[in-house]
Each structure stands twice: as structure tokens, then as C-alpha cells.
């Protein structure tokens, strides 16, 4: 008994000390990155509302969702693991600080504000424009937002029964609005090779085509993309 109990202890010892550390630098990790970038966003655009951010763990899927109750933002730790750097990050908590924005909004300090969900899709579409500002005012770059969304985001055929527009339209929108709003993120391209981005220009072809024609018109039009 003696000698497994000697063996055990051993084997404790001739550990490498760096095994330890790595643990600890992972446990909270994730809620670390996910509080830094997520108050900076507060913080650079003087959001007057309490937000609060949780980070659920052990997810396969990249996700994060807010509620309209309290204000919570609860985002999948996958989030960080999916994500390419902290442009991506941002805007993924980008988009949701938004919308716990609107969520404060309306009837009863917001209490009411779920019936946003009866008008969803404008909702995504105005979250997604205001997490580019979001973004752009706590200096990090919204092309990240078409390449996270482009990366965890799947697209469906239909988006009728969907709370979410496709994510095709999403991307084409958001580049829109970058296009219209931020025109020197596209010149300064630094994700200009990054394959994921270089697919986005590849399968948003047809709907950067209706954007040069909406442009070379000079239309006001609501371009409808696919
Ligand atoms: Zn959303």
C-alpha cells in the first residue's frame, strides 16, 4: 500500500508545473474576453442601459442570445472558440447589445418590448446596422461582422417560419451599410485574404451586382437581395 501511495505522490510531483497553469488560464478565459470586449462596447457608445453578460459553457454550437427581461446577454463560449480575433467577437455582442437596447425601449421600460418578435426580421436588420456603428465607435473593424456571421451563421433555403432574415440577405445588408456609412473599411481591407471573406465575395456576387446597380442609379430604393 505504502509503495502505491509513494508512486502516486510521485507521479503528482514529476508533474509539469505548466499543466497547472494552462488550467487556470482556461478556466474564465472565455468570460474574460467575452466582459473586456462586451464593456468596451458599453463603455465607446455611452449604452445608458445595465447589460450583463453570461458565458455558457461546454457548447458545440456558436450562439448567444439576450434576454428581454433582465438584460442579459448569454453567449455560448463556442462564440470565442468559432471567432477569429476580437473584431469577430464584438460583433457578435454587437449585435445583441443592440437588441438589448431595444428590448429596454417601448411600454412599461420595455416590459412589452417582446412583441418586437412579431416584427423580427426588421429587428435583425436594424441590430446588425447598429453593431456596426457599435463596432465602429469602439474602434474594431465591422468587416469582422460579415466574416463571424459568415462563419457560424447557417443559411436556409426559406426564412418565412424564421425569426432570423437569411443570413445571405443579413450579409448583404450589413455590407451595404458599411459600403454607405464606413466606405474606408472596404479601401484599408484587412480581411481582404481571409477566406472566409474571400467566400463571402464569392457567394454574394449577385447581391453586390444589384448593389452596383442600386449605386449607379443613383436609386433610393430598397434593394432586394436574395
Ligand atoms: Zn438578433
Known amino acids: 500500500m505504502k509503495k502505491i501511495i509513494f508512486a502516486f505522490l510521485l507521479m503528482i510531483f514529476s508533474l509539469p508545473a505548466f499543466a497547472i497553469t494552462v488550467e487556470v488560464k482556461k478556466a474564465g478565459y472565455n468570460e474574460k474576453i467575452i466582459s473586456e ?58 449585435h445583441e447589445i443592440s437588441h438589448a437596447v431595444d428590448f429596454r425601449q417601448g411600454i412599461f421600460k420595455g416590459t412589452f418590448s417582446f412583441f418586437n418578435f412579431l416584427n423580427s426580421k426588421n429587428y435583425e436588420y436594424k441590430a446588425d446596422k447598429r453593431a456596426v456603428d457599435y463596432m465602429v465607435k469602439a474602434n474594431y473593424n465591422p468587416i469582422a461582422l460579415i466574416t463571424a456571421l459568415n462563419r457560424i451563421a447557417p443559411e436556409y433555403r426559406y426564412d418565412i417560419f424564421l425569426s432570423h432574415p437569411l443570413t445571405s440577405r443579413r450579409l448583404a445588408t450589413i455590407y451595404e451599410y458599411i459600403y454607405t456609412k464606413y466606405p474606408e473599411y472596404l479601401v484599408q481591407n484587412e480581411y481582404q485574404n481571409d477566406p472566409v471573406y474571400q467566400n463571402f465575395l464569392i457567394t454574394s456576387q449577385e ?20
Do not use: H, M, Q, W
Not at 427581461?69 to 473584431?87: L, P, Q, R
Not at 447581391?207 to 436574395?226: A, F, G, H, Q, T
Open 37 to 94: 470586449i462586451g464593456y468596451n462596447l458599453l463603455n465607446s457608445n455611452r449604452i445608458p442601459c445595465k447589460v450583463t453578460f453570461f458565458v455558457i459553457d461546454n457548447t458545440k454550437l456558436p450562439n448567444a442570445s439576450t434576454y428581454y427581461s433582465d438584460g442579459v446577454i448569454a453567449v455560448y463560449d463556442s462564440v470565442v472558440k468559432y471567432a477569429k480575433d476580437e473584431n469577430e467577437i464584438a460583433g457578435i455582442l454587437a
Open 207 to 226: 447581391n453586390r451586382k444589384r448593389l452596383e446597380e442600386k449605386i449607379k442609379n443613383n436609386s433610393n430604393k430598397k434593394v432586394k437581395y436574395l
